[in-house]
């Protein structure tokens, strides 16, 4: 008798009628400002495309050019024949960007995070770890036989305690681990806390830092430039798959030591097919365009003032904070409910977002994540606000 499928079968019935259930709706083209579904055209309010280099034309053309000379794939890991000479020149581009002695490219950053964990620490090591991190940063801590501590998230005095708890223990190394940017609450680490706390008890700091490099901090070089403590974090891991193109790929960005030992231990990193070429190139196209996009930084910025600031008039409860991503509350019991419908009627209204409930987010915190990107005119702020209040009534 087949239990399993009837067990899965009844879950999946159980998840909808909570609400919980996730629809995946197709896009008929490019990712963009403006998608085109099933449904008809729709303004994006939900990728991760700060800068609006998904669907950037030079960035396609640098891709398709590299099809033509490079290939479609590689057939390969990294140190068997997975290695082209561009692949390098990323990774140094990467590093320099940064401020970085070296990176070291995985297919996405969740491999980069589920592999330097084990490839660094060891039972005699000791992570400390905020509540609020990633799964993929939760998932290769696991992986790792180092002691775990957590802390409340954000909450430097829980910080101070665990650290503390750690050095009497006896931990060898101890590394402190955060998003820079805490992606369901748009919300910054508080990165120079958290390094004043590492020198005094002569930690590491390793800062994922996917939802901010390419566009946080003055010339997009993510949440330690924000904070001005660039030389003060050791380990910094990030996407390609956001700002920087929004493709695939994600990459470690260390010092030396740390990059060559990941390439000799970092199991998704030995045991994966290395970056498509295509992707390696419009990767490199779009990290050149972001290092010169000031005026974008700064008209994603604006948008996303201007956002808060509408929503509030509205009258909607959104988390406070000045990144792109912008959490929309909806509390209770009943929010998970509430807020899939908004935005189930805010696609017919042609806004497309997504609403977050458990298990992403916790219980009676469910949400609308809407995010900005460079591409959103004012007048598109104006009609996804717009949206909101008559999908609300």
């Given amino acids: 008798m087949d239990t399993l499928s009837a067990s899965i079968r009844q879950t999946l019935q159980e998840l909808k009628d909570q609400g919980l259930y996730k629809e995946e709706r197709e896009i008929l083209g490019r990712q963009g400002p403006t998608v085109q ?45 997975g290695t082209q000479d561009q692949h390098r020149e990323l990774e140094k581009e990467i590093a320099d960007f ?14 980069a995070n589920g592999g330097i964990f ?34 409340a998230n954000a909450d430097m005095d829980d910080l101070r305690t665990q650290l503390q708890a750690a050095r009497d223990n006896g931990a060898r190394h101890i590394v402190i681990v955060t998003d820079g940017v805490f992606s369901m609450d748009g919300s910054f680490a508080p990165l120079d806390a958290i390094c004043d706390l590492a020198e005094e008890f002569s930690t590491l700091v390793m800062v994922d830092d996917s939802h901010a490099t390419g566009f946080v901090g003055a010339t997009g070089r993510g949440t330690p430039e924000l904070f001005g403590v660039a030389d003060r974090v050791d380990i910094i891991t990030g996407t390609l798959g956001k700002a920087l193109g929004g493709a695939s790929g994600g990459f470690v960005a260390a010092s030396q030591e740390i990059v060559d030992l990941l ?6 990193y030995l045991f994966s097919n290395t970056l498509a070429p295509m992707v390696v190139a419009g990767s490199r196209e779009a990290l050149r365009i972001a290092k010169d996009a000031d005026a974008e930084r700064r008209h994603l910025t604006d948008m996303s003032a201007l956002f808060r600031q509408l929503m509030e008039e509205a009258g909607f409860d959104v988390l406070p904070g000045s990144h792109p991503i912008h959490a929309v509350m909806f509390r209770g019991e009943d929010g998970a409910t509430e807020a899939a419908q908004i935005a189930a009627r805010m696609l017919e209204l042609g806004v497309y977002v997504t609403a977050f409930s458990f298990p992403v987010v ?3 915190l469910a949400r609308i994540r809407v995010q900005l990107s460079a591409a959103h005119s004012e007048d598109n702020v104006r009609a996804c606000v717009d949206a909101f209040v008559k999908a609300r009534r």
């Avoid at 060891?122 to 799964?135: E, G, K, Y």
């Fill in 98 to 111: 940064v401020g970085k002695p070296d990176s070291i490219l995985f297919s996405s950053c969740f491999d």
């Fill in 362 to 364: 916790p219980r009676g």
């Fill in 263 to 268: 390439r000799q231990k970092a199991r998704p």
């Fill in 118 to 151: 084990e490839a660094l620490f060891t039972a005699a090591d000791a992570i400390v770890s905020d509540q609020l991190n990633h799964a993929s940063l939760i998932d290769g801590i696991r992986l790792s036989k180092a002691a775990r501590y957590r802390y």
């Fill in 37 to 81: 579904t099933r449904t008809g055209t729709a303004l994006n309010f939900c990728a991760n495309n700060y800068l609006g280099l998904a669907g950037d034309e030079r960035v396609a053309r640098a891709a398709g050019q590299a099809l033509e000379k490079f290939g479609f794939g590689m057939s390969s890991v990294r140190f068997i024949c």
